[in-house]
């Protein structure tokens, strides 16, 4: 799935944005409920990965912002 800041440019995987609530967040490459290619955000603590190995990292979708409230701030180098 494809998403677009509110500024209509094209978020991509590495990319940091800045939500809504002044937050930034970086993009991942993540994969739907149905095993579908998707983007996301960091849902995990990090301390609490950092003490239980066995647990995987978790991400929210970004199909759950609004994507009118949503800036990149950092574009992805290559």
Known sequence: MKYFDKNGVE???GM??????GTT?????????????DLGINASNEDFLSNHPDVCHEYYSLSNFEMRD?????EVRQ
Not at 29 to 34: A, G, Y
Request: proline fraction near 4%; avoid cysteine.
């Open 11 to 13: 978020i991509r995987a």
């Open 16 to 21: 940091t944005l800045l939500m809504s609530d």
């Open 25 to 37: 967040e970086l993009v991942y490459d993540t994969t739907d409920s149905d095993g579908n290619p």
């Open 70 to 74: 949503i800036a990149i701030i950092s």
